[in-house]
């Protein structure tokens, strides 16, 4: 498991990228506690890099959203592509392991930090506001380890657990811990730390101090109540959950509840769709918690349009994605206009042919065939579309032009998710779409509706007396449209176990006049088999323990 030495090598992430508002990342070469622990600033280095480890999965040539069927991968020579081309393997693992280095900072934190109260510094002009943000970093550090353990959970099921700090030997003995005991910590955890975390950095004295930029980026209450939602919503769900455990469910909608009320009370509401990215998206109304990935345009050089100077193409939405977004008025697509009417999210989240994108794009979109950004062109979209969400379409990558990178960040929860997990969970619970309970007083076809009733996208709602199987496909696919390109699909796929991502529709494009074209349909057929609903444990690392069980099939 290489856990061995916990000691401080840290590397330098510049993952906060604003001026006076970042949280700065540090590397250590001095490896002695008393050197770490002795200092204000470098404890904060060290604390600041436990965040390191926190997901993100901006569009790039490893987006899971190819790993599923909501994007194909243009670049052919792309790893992503090997979840779904049968490489991959316990050699080829796709390993999430190394989520276990932040664990282990986590535990040596939690060990070596108890009780610091930087004696020597108790003369310095603000002692106090250091040590309130010292005394604070135990439950942020708490939860970091909570999330990282759910991460693993969700890919590996029963995983390794520990809360110590192990020697090399003790940690390639661990044997796996069962699932259900993990995400029973993950939720306690949360519970313990969640009324000791702020709601907000900007109010607090220590901070406000500093500036009126404080520090951004740092964990907060509704982190650690959504981090819990999350948790319980996998936790009830089938992979975890095949007896079907009544409970599991109730309490995952209530936890959702609980965020659902925290954003009303603290003033997170939906906003506009599309002010989930951009360069100030993190400001978003309905954000709870965004990682500041920092001043980027690698996510433009991946993913705008082959035919451009310096694009690459990359992550192209699918017909099976495209499929999935209703028409505004209940009907049927039309055969020669395939693209009018449809919910207003899908021109927000995806480029199609004639469509002006981006900014720098001289000329509206060819992806038919032949066209200048379709095939035969060597990385030419293979499914007719490009991807316009969370990609900044000011930014111009011309080599004569270019605008250089602009601020990304990953949002990692938001309110639009949680009713979404609120209605799920709430349908199971209850049996039915229109149930309500004294605990549960907002039905599930409720909860999905204000998600359609968003300014901008003001879909229809979804009828009273929908059957439980109308509903519940209707949800999934307004999940499938409301989080695309959000990291959710490729698990949600996964903790439903109703079968995996066998095929993919993709649309072919033919140009038959100047202002006529054909829409054929195709099929790709994608490897799939049970034994992926759980990741492979790396080879090496069941080579290295005995006691470390493979996950079945691989």
């Known amino acids: 498991m290489n856990f061995k030495h916990i000691c401080l090598s840290l ?19 001095n490896y002695g506690k008393d050197y770490v622990f002795s200092d204000f ?23 899971l959203a190819s790993a599923c069927d909501e994007a194909e991968m243009a670049v052919s020579w792309s790893s992503v592509l090997d979840y779904t081309n049968g490489n991959w393997s316990a050699l080829n693992s796709k390993s999430q392991w190394n989520l276990y280095s ?68 003790e940690a390639n003995s661990i044997s796996r811990t069962r699932a259900d005991e993990v995400f029973d910590f993950i939720i306690s955890e949360c519970d313990a730390v969640a ?57 995952a909608a209530l936890a959702s509840l ?10 997170i509401s939906l906003g506009a769709y599309t002010d989930l990215w951009g360069t100030d998206n993190y400001k978003a109304s309905e954000v709870i918690f965004a990682r500041r990935v920092g001043d980027t345009a690698t996510p433009e050089y991946d993913n705008f349009p082959i035919g451009m ?8 939405p699918t017909q099976t994605l495209v499929d999935a977004y209703e028409m505004q008025d209940g009907g049927e697509p039309s055969i020669t206009a395939p693209y009018a009417g449809r919910d207003p999210r899908f021109k927000m989240t995806i480029a199609c042919n004639g469509d002006k994108w981006p900014d720098s794009n001289p000329e509206p979109l060819e992806t038919y065939v032949g066209g200048k950004n379709g095939a035969p062109i060597s990385y030419a979209t293979p499914t007719g579309y490009y991807l316009k969400k969370y990609l900044d379409g000011s930014i111009d990558i011309s080599a004569g032009n270019s605008t250089g990178g602009k601020r990304h960040s990953w949002i990692a929860f938001r309110l639009g998710e949680f009713l979404l997990n609120y209605a799920e969970a709430t ?44 509903f519940w496909n209707r949800y999934k696919r307004e999940r499938m449209v409301e989080l695309a390109f959000e990291g959710h699909r490729f698990w949600d796929v996964r903790r439903w176990k109703e079968g995996g991502f066998t095929g993919i529709t993709r649309m072919r ?15 790709k057929a994608l490897v799939w088999n049970d034994k992926m609903y759980f990741f492979p444990i790396p080879d090496a690392e069941i080579r290295k323990n005995g006691n470390l069980k493979q996950n079945p099939g691989w």
């Open 11 to 29: 590397a330098c992430m510049a993952v906060f990228s604003s001026c006076s508002d970042k949280m700065d990342y540090h590397e250590f070469t």
């Open 41 to 63: 600033g470098r404890t904060a280095g060290f604390v600041n890099n436990i965040y390191s480890y926190l997901e993100q999965d901006l569009p790039s040539t490893t987006s």
């Open 102 to 169: 932040g664990i282990r900072a986590a535990n040596y934190f939690l060990q070596e930090a108890k009780g610091l109260d930087f004696y020597d510094l108790r003369f310095t002009e603000d002692y106090q506001a250091q040590m309130n943000r010292f005394n604070r970093y135990q439950y942020e550090v708490r939860l970091l380890r909570a999330y990282y353990y759910f991460c693993l959970v969700r890919a590996y099921g029963d995983v390794p657990f520990t809360t110590e700090v192990l020697t090399e030997e």
């Open 195 to 251: 009324y000791e975390l702020p709601v907000s950095y900007k109010d607090l004295e220590e901070d406000a101090a500093g500036g009126s930029n404080p520090e951004t980026g740092r964990v907060t209450r509704g982190t650690a109540l959504a981090l819990k939602a999350r948790a319980a919503l996998y936790h009830a769900s089938k992979l975890f959950n095949e007896s079907g455990d009544e409970e599991l469910w109730k309490n």
């Open 258 to 267: 609980n965020v659902i009320d925290y954003c009303d009370e603290n003033g």
């Open 309 to 316: 100077e310096n694009a690459r193409s990359g992550n192209c």
């Open 427 to 470: 349908f199971r619970y209850l049996g039915s779409a229109d149930g309500i309970c004294d605990i549960l007083p907002m039905s599930a076809r409720e909860a999905v509706n204000k998600v359609r009733a968003r300014g901008g996208v003001d879909m229809p709602g979804f009828s009273e007396g929908m059957s439980n199987g109308d």
């Open 509 to 523: 494009i033919n140009k038959i006049s100047e202002d006529r074209f054909s829409y054929n349909r195709m099929e």
